[in-house]
C-alpha cells in the first residue's frame, strides 16, 4: 500500500511539473524573482508608458522582463494561481505569446470571471470588467491578441510615421 502511494505521489509530481513547469522560487535568479513578485502583487494591468510624462510603470518593466526570461512562461503559469487580478491578466498576457496552447484552455474561465480590474493606460486611470478586458468586440483585448501586440510591438507601435 505505501509503495502504491509513492508511486501515485511520484506520478502525479511528474505530471505537474511536466504541464507546469519547476516552482520560479527555484529556476529563477533573484533579479527575475523580484518582477515575478511585483507582478503577483500589483493592483493595476498597466500599459507600457503611463502619465503625461509616458513613464514604464515598475508593473510593465517586470513583465517585459520576465517575458524575456527562458523560464518565463513557467513563472506566468504560476502567477496565473498566485497573482491578484491585475497580475493575472499580466499571465495570460504572456502566457499568449509563450505557449499559446497553454493560454488557449487558462483563457477561458475569465471569459465569464465576475468582478473588475484596475487599468492604467497613457492618462486613463479605470476599473474595467475581467471578463472585457480578456474577450471583448474591440481589438484591444488579451484573446485577440491587442494587449500582447501592445507590450511587444511597442517599438513598431510608437515610432513615427515617415
Not at 471569459?111 to 493606460?121: D, E, I, K, Q, S
Request: with cysteine; glycine share 8%.
Amino acid at each position: 500500500m505505501r509503495r502504491k502511494i509513492v508511486v501515485v505521489a511520484a506520478v502525479l509530481t511528474g505530471a505537474w511539473l511536466l504541464i507546469m513547469g519547476a516552482p520560479p522560487s527555484l529556476v529563477l535568479p533573484p533579479a527575475e524573482r523580484a518582477h515575478y513578485e511585483t507582478l503577483c502583487n500589483t493592483e493595476s494591468f498597466s500599459g507600457r508608458a503611463i502619465g503625461i510624462a509616458a513613464v514604464e510603470p515598475p508593473e510593465s518593466r517586470a513583465f517585459m522582463a520576465l517575458a524575456a526570461h527562458p523560464r518565463g512562461g513557467s513563472a506566468f503559469k504560476y502567477l496565473l494561481l498566485r497573482g491578484t487580478m491585475a497580475g493575472r491578466i499580466y499571465a495570460l498576457v504572456g502566457l499568449r505569446r509563450t505557449n499559446p496552447a497553454f493560454f488557449s484552455v487558462a483563457v477561458q474561465p475569465f471569459r465569464l470571471w465576475p468582478g473588475n480590474v484596475a487599468t492604467t493606460f497613457g492618462c486613463v486611470i479605470s476599473s474595467s470588467p475581467v471578463k472585457t478586458v480578456v474577450d471583448s468586440d474591440e481589438p484591444l483585448d488579451v484573446i485577440d491578441g491587442g494587449y500582447t501586440t501592445l507590450f511587444f510591438e511597442w517599438e513598431a507601435l510608437t515610432r513615427p510615421l515617415t
